[in-house]
């Protein structure tokens, strides 16, 4: 059956909610799990970006370290930063968290969330309460 108007708009609108806000992460991590579960409670329409299917770009990574600084997007505290080896986690700087974040995007804190122009790095859940639709 054919959408009226009213369902198109609706729709176009949930699309373009949707757009405004995307999660970045890996779709079996527990702190996903969560951050998704607060933003559905919450009724805030957001589009889904999983590491592991669709890889992070590394303008995409240069972008969030111009916002938040690398330090904050690197998860230093995750086995898969142990498991570097050495010489991959010495002298670590912007450049070298970019390559590293890139090859291996398990590295990155999680979640990452683009929000009506705000970038949020981990799971606050005040501040997931507060993007409300």
């Known amino acids: 059956m054919p959408q009226t108007a009213a369902e198109r708009q609706g729709t176009d609108r949930e699309a373009e909610l949707a757009s405004d806000v995307t999660i970045y ?9 969560k951050a998704r579960a607060a933003l559905d409670a919450a009724g805030v329409p957001y589009a889904f970006h999983d590491y592991k299917t669709v890889g992070i770009s590394r303008q995409k990574l240069e972008a969030w370290i111009a916002q938040v600084g690398w330090e904050k997007l690197v998860n230093k505290a995750g086995t898969t930063f142990r498991k570097l080896p050495e010489a991959e986690r010495a002298d670590l700087d912007a450049a070298k968290a970019v390559t590293l974040m890139e090859a291996h995007p398990s590295l990155i804190k999680r979640p990452v969330l683009e929000a009506h122009g705000v970038l949020l790095v981990g799971f606050d859940p005040a501040a997931y309460a507060a993007l409300k639709a």
């Open 25 to 33: 992460g890996i779709k079996n991590c527990d702190t996903m799990k």
